[in-house]
């Protein structure tokens, strides 16, 4: 029977089965400050992005065995220092990739028809200034016929072309590992129809020239040169929006307000921000920036696969 300590939460079902796999389970959260006197004597640990599990944090704790990452992102654990204390580094990509995928399109259809704006301003002004609010949010767009450049062609990636491309859009991935991707798009699921086809993926420059709408789904390192900034957004379309449900950072803020200033990007959707959980304050507060909690791979449906992943993966390293 192992210890194991469940800092973050974890959905019940992915609970329930490390208990009846025999395993001692924690879920009251330990203070980053604390976990020093108290993780020692736990084998395992699973968290999501908020607790932190660095070097020194590993070297006090030699019973530790296996950390969990509930999630994509591994840059809130030290990994590699891990994997030479002999301890299992393990996550689950791909249980969030469509509840992502569909944050990122939904964000995608409110700054195209200004939903995000419409939300603040209807509750105030809506009974004095309504004609005025329907001529301000009488230029929008539609997605179908718009081209949609993707940065980074993974798992996430990849469903986001599958929706795309249902809604009818031009779709053109960036990835640097591979020159094309064959990918199934379902039709009727409970029909087992589908369409498969070979998307070839483009280079960067030839994507920000042409792309209406673009969407991150790369892994980014905190305090590495931001993928999109001033260089990138000057080769963007006039009028582009932007959505960043990746990492942040990857996106330069300093260079995003300057861009959407000057009308080079008509909008943009945040989920993640260079300094959460306090982000910088004129960028919340910033009219034409769609703004979401980090709630990504926030669905009933991804945390339940989360969960019963990461209990799994788990149950089968301590057998």
Known sequence: MAKILINDGIHPDGERLLKDAGHEVHTTKISQDELPAKLPAYDAICVRSATKVRAKLIDQCPNL??????????????????ASKDIHVI?????????????????????????????????????TDFKALKKNYAGGVELRGKTLGIIGFGRIGQEVARLGLGIGMEVMPVDMAFDEMRIEVDIFRSRNAALSLTLPTAEMDEMLAEADFITLHVPFKTGGK???????????????????????????????????????????ALDVFDNEPTPRQDILSHPRIALTPHIGASTQEAQRKIGLQLATQIIDILK
């Open 65 to 82: 065995k296996i950390i969990g990452r509930g999630g994509v992102g591994l840059d809130n654990i030290d990994v590699d220092h891990a």
């Open 226 to 268: 931001a993928l999109l900034g001033k260089e990138e957004f000057a080769k963007m379309k006039d009028g582009v929006r932007l959505v960043n449900s990746a990492r942040g950072g990857a996106i330069d803020e300093e260079a995003l307000i300057h861009a959407l200033e000057i009308g080079k990007v008509a909008a943009a």
């Open 91 to 127: 996550n689950t990509p791909a249980a969030s990739s469509q509840a992502v995928a569909e944050l990122a399109i939904g964000q995608m259809f409110s700054l195209a028809r200004f939903l995000y704006d419409a939300d603040r301003k209807m509750p105030v002004q809506g009974n």
